[in-house]
T-cell receptor, first 112, second 110 residues
Framework: DAGVIQSPRHEVTEMGQEVTLRCKPISGHNSLFWYRQTMMRGLELLIYFNNNVPIDDSGMPEDRFSAKMPNASFSTLKIQPSEPRDSAVYFC??????????FGPGTRLLVL | RKEVEQDPGPFNVPEGATVAFNCTYSNSASQSFFWYRQDCRKEPKLLMSVYSSGNEDGRFTAQLNRASQYISLLIRDSKLSDSATYLCVVNPLWGNQFYFGTGTSLTVIP
């Protein structure tokens, strides 16, 4: 299995632009998580899905952030419009029930 | 109160030393516990699960104290390659959400 796949690995954009981050979870892992990590705030859970259904989005910073999981093998995290304070590493992780979470390599986002 | 709390360190120890990290959690009903390791500019990766009876994997020993609501990680005979950030993770019974600590930074010095 290839593990969790994220794209792009790096993204540099200008303030105000739309950013879309993509994640392909591990097959058969029915929980998917989006995290954001910064030096100041550490690893923050943004949203998680169970069986493609959003369960808890209380960590989504504001309306500029949205996430979808149209099927078991794909999820997106969108930021529109992006702001410099959104600069961070965004991780997608997959888990099967209460078992271990497996993280993707992350997307390093820089908003200028 | 945070769900999971860790001492951020940093811990700077010489090669060969023994070092221990603790992590406290607030939800007494929590069921699953893990230690993750994160190298610089990499994703977190599972180091080991923590079982009620305690468990060992080579130089690493993890323990759970339910009465005091903390988990610990002991690293014996530290190697330079152990330098990383160690994150403790707690999964409450009532959901799939995993709560991560902020991590403890370890640097092993030659």
């Amino acid at each position: 299995d290839a593990g969790v796949i994220q794209s792009p690995r790096h993204e540099v954009t200008e303030m105000g632009q739309e950013v879309t981050l993509r994640c392909k979870p591990i097959s058969g892992h029915n929980s998917l998580f989006w995290y954001r990590q910064t030096m100041m705030r550490g690893l923050e859970l943004l949203i998680y899905f169970n069986n493609n259904v959003p369960i808890d989005d209380s960590g989504m910073p504001e309306d500029r952030f949205s996430a979808k999981m149209p099927n078991a093998s794909f999820s997106t995290l969108k930021i529109q419009p992006s702001e410099p304070r959104d600069s961070a590493v965004y991780f997608c992780a997959a888990a099967r029930g209460q078992e271990t979470q497996y993280f993707g390599p992350g997307t390093r986002l820089l908003v200028l | 109160r945070k769900e999971v709390e860790q001492d951020p360190g940093p811990f700077n120890v010489p090669e060969g030393a023994t070092v221990a990290f603790n992590c406290t959690y607030s939800n007494s009903a929590s069921q699953s516990f893990f230690w993750y390791r994160q190298d610089c500019r990499k994703e977190p990766k599972l180091l080991m699960s923590v079982y009620s009876s305690g468990n060992e994997d080579g130089r690493f020993t993890a323990q759970l104290n339910r009465a005091s609501q903390y988990i610990s990680l002991l690293i014996r005979d530290s190697k330079l390659s152990d330098s990383a950030t160690y994150l403790c993770v707690v999964n409450p019974l009532w959901g799939n959400q995993f709560y991560f600590g902020t991590g403890t930074s370890l640097t092993v010095i030659p």
